[in-house]
């Protein structure tokens, strides 16, 4: 596969690294940019593995709360001036009170919204407004109690990013604390138990080529690779990261200190995983020019 300037200077703004190693890398992995990224990890040459900063997409998280119940969903619109229009904020927020009744986006669109479907009310909104929007994503929780926050607020109860957390005991005051944290932090799941077996089978083979770089004995790096694991796994899940409000507990130590149990949550960030091609002014009007 040709390795791209364009594929180079993605590279190194996602990682920090030189141009050189940035190519090497590239050229070492057949041009596929996570396998690059882990190559320049391993090698001490990444400063950051910044991926989600390839995301672009704009719109707005909504959350609705209704005792033990919570509903977060995401709804795209193609520019940040759409997500602030009123209209569009009234149109998301019923979206959401929707989701109440449902379990999956199939569900919510063909949900009744005032004497139309949520799909229906969609196509007349960008007919209007002139710009197209979708429902990306819904995320559901239930628990003894559910707190919910948003950050970055357009208006009441929507927002860039939309938390739920559901507790078992406790108050208000320490879920909407919990709730910033996560939306501060983005923990990758509530505890160990909860991580995605390939997530945490990829960072021990990271872990391991950059113990084997330093040229140590096999037996050392297996202690290595324990210490860093164990590193890894605090700093993913939400019950063992150091609190935000307090970094002398940890969350679930905080959580305890206040009578209360987390019993799971909720975090959705717009736009989050969604890649854009991006396209420098200079090559935008050049382009527009030539047609």
């Known amino acids: 596969m040709a390795i791209t300037a364009a594929m180079v200077k993605e590279l190194r703004d996602s990682t920090g690294a030189g141009m050189m190693d940035a190519k090497k890398a590239l050229t070492e992995t057949g041009g596929n940019m ?93 007919a209007t407004i002139g ?58 799941a509530l505890s160990e138990a909860d991580m995605d077996p390939a997530v945490v089978e990829k960072e021990k083979q990271v872990q391991m080529d950059i113990a084997r770089e330093s040229g140590k004995p096999e037996q050392v790096i297996e202690k290595m690779i324990v210490g860093r694991m164990k590193k890894f796994v605090a700093e993913s899940t939400l019950l063992n990261q150091s609190f935000v ?13 206040a009578g209360a149990t987390i019993t799971g949550f909720v975090r959705l960030e717009v736009g989050e995983g969604i890649e854009v091609e991006k396209e420098d002014f200079a090559a935008e009007v050049a382009k527009a020019v030539q047609g």
Do not use: C
Request: avoid cysteine; aromatic fraction near 4%; glycine fraction near 10%.
């Open 245 to 257: 409000v307090n970094p002398d507990l940890t969350v679930e130590a905080a959580a305890k200190e």
């Open 34 to 126: 996570d396998e690059a990224v882990d190559w320049l990890r391993t090698k001490g040459l990444a400063k950051a593995a910044k991926k989600s900063g390839r995301t672009a997409a704009e719109g707005l998280v909504a959350v609705h709360v209704n005792g033990g119940n919570g509903v977060a969903v995401e709804v795209n619109s193609e520019t940040d001036f759409v997500a602030k229009n009123a209209e569009f904020q009234e149109m998301v927020g019923k979206i959401a009170y929707a989701a109440e009744g449902v379990d999956n986006v199939e569900a919510l669109l063909a949900a009744d919204l005032g004497g139309k479907n949520v799909a229906d009310t969609l196509t007349d909104k960008i």
């Open 131 to 188: 710009e197209n929007m979708s429902v990306r994503r819904m995320a559901k929780l239930s628990g003894d109690s559910v707190v919910s926050y948003v950050h970055n607020a357009a208006t009441n109860g929507m927002g860039k990013i939309g938390v739920l957390v559901a507790l078992s005991g406790g108050d208000e005051v320490i879920g909407k604390q919990i709730a910033m944290h996560i939306a501060a932090v983005n923990p990758a």
